[in-house]
């Protein structure tokens, strides 16, 4: 009895968590744009690259058309002159003379973050006190910079930044990694900012200021970290400075990915964010509005479900199997629900709630990634098996020498 009663508390509450993140999403002012869109500062885009896939020059070129009426400064940084990527970003610079756009080869690795190493080499070369850091997967709209700059007239402002969209999943482990990302980070972080204001950074697009990076340090200060977008925001909101959420969401547009390579992401996002937060981390397996009610289900005492109909004797245990199952066929109404109402959203393409399988198949997957997370400190990132130590800096490990997953 006591058991169920466990159970059936943190089904309700998984419930009710699952609507509270609906409603912080429903709220928020999602695709829409600014009016006044006068401050046009200068501005330098810093563009960290590794490889190259088929989605590749399409999410490069969008930078190159944007409608902005201020002066924009482009930078593409690369550690290997011999990358593929660097003909791609020649092309587009040769196709757009009138653009200031420039590759750079960042040989140097200043820290076991290659990325912000690029970075710490292409601050050097931005002309301008407006920056912009974008992965190298996101694709942006016409009006972004015009858009995202908006903010940073307020001097309060430290930091802006964007939800994104992963828009291209085509096969079933790009789909789970969608109902993350789509349905369920961007709800999570607004349910985060209605309790206290946001003091970290989402790292598909942020754009700051140079005065506010040197008082942090500068990106050298963020090389040996992983999170390096999560320590930038939060640095600077330690210094007092606001974090703003542009209602503009960009595209990550990624190249065919299996289980293996999902896996690997979706556990190195999970044992970051662990790291980074860890006692929130820890109670946010409450939210799972699919495996409380399973569990619910499968602890009730149903195996003799018939035999109890019969005998009346046994009334409580029928009592609790009666609503067992209505409440997690709700259960999973809710989740689907509520589940394609904010992808719907975020992509502006309907997603139907019929579609039960993929919020479910995510969650489940969810608890294995959940505990492996508090398993182990290794994680793989651009073909490096890098180990994290307490408070999110970064050490390589040799081939050969890993032991922990």
Not at 150 to 167: E, I, S
Not at 223 to 235: K, P, R
Not at 316 to 342: E, K, M, N, Q
Request: some cysteine.
């Amino acid at each position: 009895m006591l058991l169920h009663a466990i159970l059936a508390a943190l089904a309700l509450l998984s419930l009710a968590i699952t609507l509270w993140q609906w409603l912080a999403a429903r709220r928020f002012p999602l695709h829409q744009r600014a009016v006044d869109i006068s401050f046009t500062p200068g501005v330098t885009l810093l563009k960290p690259l590794k490889g190259l896939d088929p989605e590749t020059r399409g999410c490069l070129e969008s930078w190159f058309k944007q409608d902005y009426r201020g002066p924009v400064q482009i930078l593409f940084g690369v550690a290997d002159e011999q990358d593929p990527v660097c003909a791609v970003v020649r092309k587009l610079i040769a196709e757009h003379p009138q653009a200031n756009a420039q590759l750079v080869v960042c040989p140097e690795q200043l820290g076991p973050n290659a990325k912000v190493s690029t970075l710490v080499h292409l601050e050097r070369l931005a002309q301008h006190d407006h920056l912009i850091i974008s992965d190298a997967d996101t694709r942006v709209p016409p009006d972004f910079l015009a858009q995202v700059l908006q903010p940073l007239r307020d001097p309060q402002a430290g930091l802006v930044n964007c939800f994104y969209a992963l828009t291209n999943p085509t096969t079933l482990a790009m789909q789970w990694e969608a109902v993350a990302t789509n349905a369920d980070f961007w709800s999570q972080v607004l349910q985060s900012r209605t309790l206290k204001p946001l003091d970290f950074a989402l790292g598909a697009v942020m754009a700051t200021r140079r005065q506010q990076l040197n008082e942090i340090g500068g990106f050298r200060a963020l090389v040996d970290f992983l999170a390096d977008d999560y320590q930038l925001g939060n640095q600077m909101a330690k210094r007092g400075h606001r974090i703003e959420l542009c209602p503009v969401v960009v595209e990550c547009r990624e190249r065919e990915q299996g289980w293996r390579e999902v896996w690997a992401h979706q556990l190195r996002w999970a044992r970051t964010i662990r790291i980074c937060q860890p006692v929130p981390y820890f109670f946010s397996i409450l939210s799972n509005a699919t495996w409380w009610p399973l569990l619910l289900v499968l602890a009730a005492p149903l195996w003799p479900f018939a035999f109890r109909v019969a005998w009346p004797a046994f009334d409580f245990d029928v009592a609790i199997a009666s609503w067992t199952i209505p409440f997690w066929a709700l259960s999973l109404y809710v989740r689907a629900a509520t589940a394609s109402g904010c992808h719907s959203r975020l992509i502006q393409t309907e997603v139907s709630a019929r579609r039960l399988f993929p919020p479910v198949f995510k969650d489940l997957l969810q608890v294995p990634i959940w505990a492996l997370a508090f398993l182990g400190n290794t994680v793989i990132w651009r073909g490096q098996h890098l180990r994290v130590l307490p408070g999110g800096k970064l050490v390589p490990i040799a081939a050969g020498r890993i032991t922990k997953s």
